[in-house]
């Protein structure tokens, strides 16, 4: 497994994220399989957030970690807090995030989280309540690391000029097919084509500069949730690319899909959210391919993309 020091954050951690999203639909003897064969495949790092099942797949991962014979201080267990669908808002009062992670921490059944991220922007938040939070947090030994997630860079220094602790990750969604997070750059200043949108506000470029790691959700989706574009037929082109590689390299298409993702010089980490084994397996292949510059740019361009 491909490793990747967090600065300011954690050490030796695996470039691959298990995401915990679909585990309530499984048995707790099924997550367990899931959980450790991420394991066995060198990742060291599962993601939850409160509106995962309502909660239910911290309940479920609780439930089945037992089973794995792996030991709490040999993983680091990220959740997100932030998005509360059962009120139709998102909220980043002092007062939700210590009541969220009480919570998130009762059905994880542990002592602490190794990383907090707040998920998506509360448009309405007080930075200065956020600082708050993340100081009763800290002191209370109940979160060692903070992040956000899906945030403008922006948004990130009003954050920065309160918070005393750094925050260390920012998670935001890219994949082959929806990678503006990378396109807007190539195509600057182009009034032919929507590629040259900003749509982020160059939130990759500010990331590296800042040390803050990018972690990638839905890298094989497109579209927000509009599923897998592996072997998907309205995806010829990028099909025959990914093809050609994973049969070069002898791995699965999914494997290369990743391995695009984690070639980035930005030392990104991936999520992958499969609670099938045999798919955990390969998705974590991905760590063991190597990405030339030129493939990077062949299956950039077989996804749909030009060089203008």
Known sequence: MKMINIVGGPQSVSAIIQGCMRMPGLSKEDAAKVIRTAYDCGVNFYDHATCYGN?????????????????????????????????????????????????????????????????????????????????????????????????????????????????????????????????QALYMNNKTTDFSVNRDGNALDYCRLKDITIQAWSPLQFGMFGGSFIDNPDFPELNKALGELADREGVSKAAIAIAWILRHPAKMQAIIGSMNPEHVKDACDAAKVKISHNDWYKLYLASGKFLP
């Open 55 to 183: 909660g239910d797949a911290e309940i479920r991962f609780a439930e089945a970690f037992p089973l794995t014979g792996i030991k709490r201080e040999d993983i680091y267990i990220q959740s997100k807090c932030g998005l509360c669908f059962d009120r139709n808002e998102f909220d980043w009062t002092k007062e939700n995030i210590l009541d969220s992670v009480d919570g998130i921490l009762s059905r994880l059944q542990t002592d602490y989280l190794d990383t907090l991220l707040l998920h998506r922007p509360d448009v309405l938040f007080d930075p200065e309540e956020v600082a708050e939070a993340f100081d009763i947090l800290e002191k209370a030994g109940k979160v060692r690391w903070f992040g956000v997630s899906n945030l403008v860079p922006m948004q990130i220094e009003l954050l920065k000029k309160y918070v005393k602790q750094e925050l260390v990750i920012n998670q935001v969604q890219l994949s082959l097919e929806q990678s503006q997070l990378i396109d």
